[in-house]
């Protein structure tokens, strides 16, 4: 059977995910979520990769801690290389048993060393440290740390909140500055927009002349964004589009190797393996490549190691052949594959969209009519690319009783500039998990539980394109032990 395409442990989810590249392997650090009750502690686990296509699972590298210790939970952090040979690593403690100041579960900022190549960490109790005054103790983590040559020191920036304020408008990215990694001061804080409720899993990296700042925001929707400045402090530029995919890829943290810059997130699952299920934390891990534009801004696309994984070419037949093109100034038409698309593809089209076309995309695990299938859909009109499926959840026996009126998949919705012309479409579905990328520019990630099989589709709307391309790709077998 074809090996799987994304990363998860055979026992367990992937959490937030902690890269650090050493000597052209990734050594990608997660938490390890288990979904059990009652809840164990969240370690750190480990799985290595060099190609992002073959991963070395090693399990538990940081272990949590004991029912009384204050790193029950080892939650999110970051690993440095020390000036004193040690590997540093940061992360985040918490015990749901230890409540701070403001009554919720304590969190901390803990210290671990590793001398043997990050076989084996050390543990410090006696540096982790709090949220010092002004902030509240229960939102204290994510401690991302880097070099600041500039400064002659390291800085680490904690996601956190103030202790006074607006509820929802309290987020901050606090900051703390060290000679030696373990003695820790606070400065003023690195980026206080007094907009969102937190926001997670900071990280902060240079590419040629702009500094890039990553983070997730915790509020009224849970998306992994960036800003854009000339100096690592500041101002902040917001891109025209600064979001890195949709609802489904959180947390998302970067590494860079070879003058290439990756994000590494996970792809949450929903509750119930359902469509219509809520979006649970944690998931199956997955990679986008950034690339920069001459303004700065970054454009998301699949590694090439991932897309060349894909190397046996599967024929897939229309009624007609390509290139087959709509006209259908206020109607809508689609052909649909006469073969079934395998469980696991990648897929690459060229669509020719007109001018003034309202809509166009792929049917996906369609059946032979179409009537039924998810659906990538690029709406021109509105700039934009959205993920739907037909049919949507019923909430009674009348006809008037279906989802009809929200008009995609909430939360998976991307801005997206659709200019008239040719645009390609990239597509890796694996199992349940879909992910899709638009002028290798745009991602939209999410999961695909309701239909486990069906066929292609080309479809336009009010307007007018053109399928001149599609290619999809298998992956080999896997050869037997």
Not at 234 to 258: C, F, L, M
Not at 368 to 392: A, I, K
């Amino acid at each position: 059977m074809p090996r799987p395409v994304f990363f998860r442990p055979s026992d367990g989810w992937v959490g937030d995910i902690i890269p650090f590249e050493r000597d052209g392997e990734f050594y990608l650090f997660y938490l390890h979520e288990l979904r059990e009750t009652p809840k164990p502690g969240t370690p750190w686990n480990l799985v290595v990769t060099d190609d992002f296509v073959t991963f070395d699972d090693r399990g538990v590298s940081l272990p949590a801690g004991g029912a009384d210790e204050e790193d029950f939970n080892a939650y999110t952090g970051s690993v440095v290389d020390g000036p004193d040979g040690l590997v540093h690593l940061f992360y985040t403690a918490q015990n749901p048993n230890r409540l701070g100041a403001d009554g919720l579960p304590l969190q901390l900022v803990a210290h671990a060393t590793s001398a043997d190549g990050m076989r084996s960490w050390v543990k410090h109790p006696e540096l982790t440290f709090g949220a010092p005054a002004g902030y509240e103790t229960a939102d204290w983590r994510d401690p991302f740390v880097f070099r600041d040559e500039d400064k002659g020191s390291w800085r680490m920036l904690v996601a956190a909140r103030h202790r006074d304020g607006a509820e929802r408008r309290r987020g901050v990215i606090a900051e703390l500055r060290s000679t030696d990694l373990r003695q820790w001061t606070p400065a003023q804080p690195f980026w206080d927009p007094r907009r969102y409720i937190t926001h997670e899993c900071p990280d902060v990296f240079q590419w040629g002349d702009w500094w890039y700042l990553v983070y997730s925001e915790f509020s009224e929707s849970f998306t992994t964004r960036y800003r854009m400045a000339r100096t690592p402090d500041g101002p902040w530029i917001v891109p025209d589009h600064d979001s890195i995919d949709g609802r489904a890829y959180y947390a998302a943290k970067t590494a860079e190797r070879d003058g290439r810059r990756f994000f590494f997130g996970w792809i949450a699952t929903k509750d119930g393996q359902t469509d219509d299920g809520a979006w649970q934390w944690a998931g199956t891990m997955s990679v986008l490549e950034a690339s920069q534009r001459p303004d700065g801004s970054l454009a998301f696309g699949l590694p090439r190691e991932l897309v060349d994984s894909f190397d046996q070419e599967l024929p897939l037949r229309f009624a007609e052949p390509l290139p087959i093109g709509f006209t259908t100034l206020d109607g809508y038409a689609d052909t649909i594959s006469v073969d079934e698309l395998p469980d696991t593809f990648y897929a690459r089209a060229e669509i020719d969209i007109a001018p003034d076309t309202s809509e166009t995309g792929l049917l996906l695990r369609a059946t032979d009519d179409g009537d039924r299938s998810y659906v990538l859909r690029l709406e021109p009109r509105r700039g934009r690319v959205v993920f739907d499926r037909w049919p949507r959840e019923k909430t009674g026996d009348a006809q008037w009783h279906v989802s009809g009126d929200v008009p995609f998949e909430i939360e998976l919705e991307r801005p997206c500039t659709l200019a008239p012309g040719r645009h390609t479409i990239e597509i890796v579905a694996d199992d349940d998990i879909l992910v899709a990328v638009i002028d290798r520019s745009v991602s939209l990630s999410t999961r695909i539980y309701g239909h486990p099989d069906g066929r292609l589709g080309f479809f336009a709307g009010e307007g007018g394109a053109t399928l001149q391309a599609l290619h999809v790709y298998q992956r080999a077998e896997t050869p037997a032990p």
